[in-house]
């Protein structure tokens, strides 16, 4: 039998539980591996609820119990879970985690920590909920150089972009919508500015190319500037708006990006709708390939976590997990990156004026008056920004992927 | 260093030699594997190609060299596939194969010989070519009880559907053009009625449920009677037509059909378009996902070859890799299974006459004049047939997904 303690009985928590309560016996005859909670830390009892006689509200009681082989973390947050998370793996215990704000800032040390103790550090269900993807590229893309990841990987701001789209709503009605329905937390922030996207990025960058992608070093815009207007716009040119996080590798040369941008309808990515999540990866042998499935939710995430302690469940004592090197992978600036730009400008422009600036261009009428929208040849970014720099009253610009 | 022998020299069998010389270095740096391929088994010779000097046409001497660790079988078909995979795993290689037709005959077999030979036999190229699914289902997707497997598993029929729904095409036609493509056998059956998908299937399917699924056993329908006529129905359902390829488990009672589907824009397989393949999978915790890549193609199935080489490299002597048990898998008979069902019928009719043999059906106009097309309530296979042989001139059916 495998002891496993559960930090934080929240979301993700409960889910945790309930998986290995519900599929105890499915997962005994088809892996071998006979599940146990031990423990559930959390600093609230929960009185009636089957786990109270496993609630403990001080983590000694868990790393100090040599019975506990593996800490499933996901309260979430730095702290206490580094702290906890360390302490885990200096007892030799291995740590399965969701928790993906501490993988990205702090994983390459918890995986050198791992190491040293003969314990695993895993986070399959930080990056994507339920969707196989840590060890998908970690076990079966060895064979590949990936040179691009592109994921929808924050399901909150695409409900919100997929339902402006269906619905022609504008982003603050859909936001408070979302909210009320939980899709959205209260400080959307997170999520609505790109930061939850870009740390998973940086994850699943550092998992692919091999050294440790800082999050701070990647250029982020979020989904707060798109408006209804964009969205027809969009729809005239038969694309979507979807909020992608971006890397790729060329000559050993590393760009990363989250940004919403104009997706047209032959791309896989563009048929993920709602809460779903995608992540798209393409490799010097595989060519294309996309994987797909619910980007968060008590249950999903759980199975991921809980795929993470069976996988330890079966190596414990023989095998320990290695991901990235921990020298830092510098990110050559986005500046470089070429690409082609949907621009919107107030007033109305024929197409040799806006060239005289930006250069070839096609206008796409969406109906709109009092304004131009354009897309541009392909260029770079620091080429557009020199070009927008010359124009006046620019009122949106967002990018074209392809 | 590894020593690997590819068995056949054809289109899978390239793109491993390709794959490996392409990827070495990176592959050593990434997993620390140090690949090698010895010997390429063929019975022609390849004068100036690079490998002509690792080129023999005596079986023995691969499976006699204790140098050889890991036999990869690209060759396809039954025999000599059969016999000389059972020969490297009787000497203790373990082998790595793309071939889904022995797979599907005698992977239960020569998965017990391997494991009686302290080896491994691997197929994630069997299925969905390069796209990883079948290592996810046994690595990732453990803490679920799958309850459904659908896929896209044949490029040939999606490239002929595809270019039928685009271009409103005959199937004779767009087969011809398929065929001049390359996308296409000359002899067509094994794609076309279905027998490919069946396989894959057959093979998806056992490791899901865990028990030997037969593909003798599975109804199998192709798509050779699909015609244009079909496909505007489709439009004007704002469907989309795909061969699909479906198993689902409801306590323990599972049901497998190759056939033609119906499937709604919303759906995420009717976006997977072209040679693409995606295998769709439900877990219980999981809920929704999906597998998306190139089905098929020299490189991307090669890499997956390459994948599995890579981790029997790394396992050499210490694991043996468990599947399905050898028992069994009775599947339901599909005439249990409920649907919708679309059909045409000739002549003019309106609801009311068609209603008192099908129960409620919703009329489908695509301008087809001569007869009349609808959809059916949800019912079973056998009420449909019981219903559908008391009417005349039926002139096709579809069934509708979800």
Same mark, same amino acid.
């Given at each position: 039998?495998?002891?496993?303690?559960?930090?934080?009985?929240?979301?993700?928590?409960?889910?945790?539980?309930?998986?290995?309560?519900?599929?105890?016996?499915?997962?005994?005859?088809?892996?071998?591996?006979?599940?146990?909670?031990?423990?559930?830390?959390?600093?609230?009892?929960?009185?009636?609820?089957?786990?109270?006689?496993?609630?403990?509200?001080?983590?000694?009681?868990?790393?100090?119990?040599?019975?506990?082989?593996?800490?499933?973390?996901?309260?979430?947050?730095?702290?206490?879970?580094?702290?906890?998370?360390?302490?885990?793996?200096?007892?030799?215990?291995?740590?399965?985690?969701?928790?993906?704000?501490?993988?990205?800032?702090?994983?390459?040390?918890?995986?050198?920590?791992?190491?040293?103790?003969?314990?695993?550090?895993?986070?399959?269900?930080?990056?994507?909920?339920?969707?196989?993807?840590?060890?998908?590229?970690?076990?079966?893309?060895?064979?590949?150089?990936?040179?691009?990841?592109?994921?929808?990987?924050?399901?909150?701001?695409?409900?919100?972009?997929?339902?402006?789209?269906?619905?022609?709503?504008?982003?603050?009605?859909?936001?408070?919508?979302?909210?009320?329905?939980?899709?959205?937390?209260?400080?959307?922030?997170?999520?609505?500015?790109?930061?939850?996207?870009?740390?998973?990025?940086?994850?699943?960058?550092?998992?692919?190319?091999?050294?440790?992608?800082?999050?701070?070093?990647?250029?982020?815009?979020?989904?707060?500037?798109?408006?209804?207007?964009?969205?027809?716009?969009?729809?005239?040119?038969?694309?979507?708006?979807?909020?992608?996080?971006?890397?790729?590798?060329?000559?050993?040369?590393?760009?990363?990006? /989250?940004?919403? +941008?104009?997706?047209?309808?032959?791309?896989? @990515?563009?048929? !993920?709708? %709602?809460?779903?999540?995608?992540? *798209? $990866?393409?490799?010097?042998?595989?060519?294309?390939?996309?994987?797909?499935?619910?980007?968060?939710?008590?249950?999903?995430?759980?199975?991921?976590?809980?795929?993470?302690?069976?996988?330890?469940?079966?190596?414990?004592?023989?095998? /320990?997990?290695? +991901?990235?090197?921990?020298?830092?992978?510098? @990110?050559?600036? !986005?500046? %470089?990156?070429?690409?082609?730009? *949907? $621009?919107?400008?107030?007033?109305?422009?024929?197409?040799?004026?806006?060239?005289?600036?930006?250069?070839?261009?096609?206008?796409?009428?969406?109906?709109?008056?009092?304004?131009?929208?354009?897309?541009?040849?392909?260029?770079?970014?620091?080429?557009?920004?020199?070009?927008?720099?010359?124009?006046?009253?620019?009122?949106?610009?967002?990018?074209?992927?392809?």
């Amino acid at each position: 039998m495998v002891q496993v303690a559960v930090l934080g009985y929240g979301t993700v928590g409960s889910g945790v539980v309930k998986v290995i309560d519900t599929n105890h016996d499915r997962i005994l005859e088809k892996t071998g591996v006979d599940l146990n909670v031990k423990y559930v830390l959390d600093l609230r009892d929960f009185p009636g609820d089957p786990i109270q006689e496993k609630v403990v509200h001080d983590y000694d009681v868990i790393v100090n119990d040599p019975e506990v082989q593996v800490v499933v973390e996901v309260m979430g947050g730095s702290e206490p879970a580094r702290t906890f998370t360390a302490r885990a793996l200096e007892a030799g215990k291995s740590v399965c985690t969701s928790n993906k704000e501490l993988v990205a800032r702090h994983g390459t040390e918890l995986i050198a920590l791992a190491r040293q103790n003969h314990a695993s550090y895993l986070f399959e269900a930080s990056c994507g909920g339920g969707i196989p993807i840590i060890r998908p590229l970690r076990t079966s893309l060895t064979a590949d150089h990936i040179d691009e990841i592109t994921g929808i990987l924050n399901g909150t701001t695409n409900y919100i972009l997929s339902k402006m789209i269906d619905e022609g709503l504008e982003f603050d009605s859909v936001l408070k919508d979302a909210q009320d329905r939980g899709y959205a937390e209260r400080n959307p922030e997170a999520d609505v500015e790109g930061h939850d996207a870009c740390r998973k990025i940086a994850i699943l960058s550092s998992l692919a190319y091999g050294k440790r992608v800082d999050f701070t070093d990647i250029y982020t815009e979020g989904i707060t500037r798109i408006t209804s207007a964009d969205i027809r716009y969009a729809k005239a040119m038969n694309k979507t708006i979807k909020l992608l996080a971006y890397s790729s590798r060329q000559d050993d040369q590393v760009t990363a990006m /989250v940004a919403p +941008y104009l997706v047209s309808k032959e791309d896989p @990515l563009s048929a !993920v709708n %709602g809460v779903f999540n995608a992540i *798209f $990866v393409h490799g010097n042998m595989l060519g294309d390939a996309m994987f797909y499935g619910q980007g968060a939710g008590s249950e999903a995430t759980a199975s991921a976590v809980v795929s993470d302690v069976i996988e330890e469940a079966q190596v414990i004592g023989r095998g /320990v997990v290695s +991901y990235w090197k921990p020298e830092k992978q510098v @990110l050559a600036d !986005v500046s %470089g990156t070429e690409k082609q730009f *949907f $621009v919107r400008v107030t007033g109305q422009h024929d197409a040799s004026a806006l060239e005289s600036v930006f250069g070839p261009v096609e206008i796409v009428d969406a109906g709109i008056g009092g304004e131009t929208g354009f897309v541009t040849a392909r260029m770079s970014e620091a080429e557009y920004q020199k070009r927008a720099a010359q124009t006046e009253g620019i009122v949106s610009m967002i990018r074209v992927r392809g």
